[in-house]
């Protein structure tokens, strides 16, 4: 299987990399557009400044790219927040698939959320095999809040997506390559998709 993983500068690539080569699997790295779109499944990473990350997006044509693409595409952390409308990070335009807007904590009494946190309300075929209150691994200032396209969600002060998914686009707020076990199942659930999973 030809596997991608987005590299636009911005990515946690590496632990992504190595966590699908732990499940059996040799993910290349690319930003090359054409590399991305003849994919079996792209990976879609992303840690930092949103504005920071778009921008590198658009220096390789890859906003253009992404939202085209007909395979099964997993946006991780920042990555799933570029998939949305915007974000309130840097007041930022986002690739706009998922139907949703990216909001600051607040009042939290700590931000950002660091560490582990449960996921419940799962609602999709990513989530195979895996409970209720799992526990995933996440750091994050911003979330998605929750909409149409939720197929999972996190409390920190309040309810948000911490997965989503729209046809072959599926976003993760949390790092299943962090995750331990559990994480490294939603990783491999996604890897096992069909290209026309509904």
């Given amino acids: 299987m030809n596997i991608v993983i987005i590299d636009y500068g911005a990515g946690n690539t590496k632990s992504v990399q190595f966590a699908c080569n732990r499940l059996g ?11 991305i779109s003849s994919a079996d499944k792209v990976i879609f990473p992303g840690v930092g400044q949103a504005g920071n990350a778009m921008e590198m997006l ?4 890859l906003d253009l790219t992404i939202p085209q693409l007909k ?17 309130e990070e840097g007041a930022t335009k986002g690739l ?6 990216v909001k600051r904590f607040s009042n939290q009494k ?3 959320q660091m560490g582990w946190n449960t996921i419940f309300n799962l609602e999709s075929n990513l989530f ?9 691994y996440l750091v ?21 997506s911490s997965a989503l998914k729209k046809d072959n686009f599926y976003g993760v707020q ?4 962090k995750s331990s076990t559990v994480g490294a199942e939603v990783l491999r659930n996604f890897l096992n998709l069909g290209n026309l999973e509904s």
């Fill in 174 to 177: 949390f790092h299943p390559e």
């Fill in 96 to 101: 706009g698939i998922f139907d949703v807007d």
């Fill in 110 to 112: 700590k931000v950002p």
């Fill in 71 to 87: 395979q099964p595409v997993l946006g991780i952390c920042l990555g799933m927040q570029l998939l949305c409308n915007s974000t």
């Fill in 140 to 160: 994050h200032s911003y979330f998605a809040e929750l909409g149409k396209h939720t197929i999972s969600q996190t409390k920190y002060g309040v309810n948000y």
């Fill in 25 to 35: 699997y040799n993910p290349i790295l690319s930003n090359i557009p054409d590399v």
């Fill in 58 to 61: 658009k220096n390789s044509q």
């Fill in 128 to 136: 195979e095999g895996i409970k209720n209150d799992a526990y995933m």
